[in-house]
């Protein structure tokens, strides 16, 4: 007997956000959920990302700092592209409205190249 589609798991949504910076449109994909690269690798993925503070975290408290870190990591490097001047681009209809849900928080949108320079 087949069970009913409702009974079928939803599809896990999907937690990866594109970011691009509207002066010099570098472009990044950036992972919204639990940070597994921080957790195995810490430090190494946090140079990767240049974000120096959470670096000096992770050195100090070798492996507690990796535990501690890996279930913010993410958002917290988010937060380092927004200063930056990066911005959200939408692949899909609702996908930013969806993980801004998820963070709780809004995320500014890109609208395409300034043609301002790069500080």
Same mark, same amino acid.
């Given at each position: 007997?087949?069970?009913?589609?409702?009974?079928?798991?939803?599809?896990?949504?999907?937690?990866?956000?594109?970011?691009?910076? *509207?002066?010099? #449109?570098?472009? &990044? /994909?950036?992972?919204?959920?639990?940070?597994?690269?921080?957790? =195995? %690798?810490?430090?190494?993925?946090?140079?990767?990302?240049?974000?120096?503070?959470?670096?000096?975290?992770?050195?100090?408290? *070798?492996?507690? #700092?990796?535990? &501690? /870190?890996?279930?913010?990591?993410?958002?917290?490097?988010?937060? =380092? %592209?927004?200063?930056?001047?990066?911005?959200?681009?939408?692949?899909?209809?609702?996908?930013?409205?969806?993980?801004?849900?998820?963070?709780?928080?809004?995320?500014?949108?890109?609208?395409?190249?300034?043609?301002?320079?790069?500080?």
């Amino acid at each position: 007997m087949k069970p009913a589609p409702s009974e079928f798991p939803a599809a896990p949504p999907n937690t990866t956000l594109q970011m691009r910076h *509207p002066a010099t #449109g570098k472009s &990044l /994909l950036v992972s919204t959920g639990y940070a597994w690269q921080v957790l =195995l %690798l810490g430090p190494i993925e946090l140079v990767r990302r240049r974000d120096w503070r959470l670096v000096a975290v992770s050195v100090l408290l *070798p492996v507690l #700092g990796q535990i &501690l /870190l890996a279930p913010w990591a993410n958002r917290a490097y988010l937060q =380092l %592209l927004l200063r930056r001047g990066f911005r959200a681009v939408s692949t899909t209809p609702g996908h930013v409205s969806q993980i801004e849900w998820q963070l709780g928080m809004q995320l500014p949108r890109y609208t395409g190249r300034s043609s301002k320079s790069a500080d």
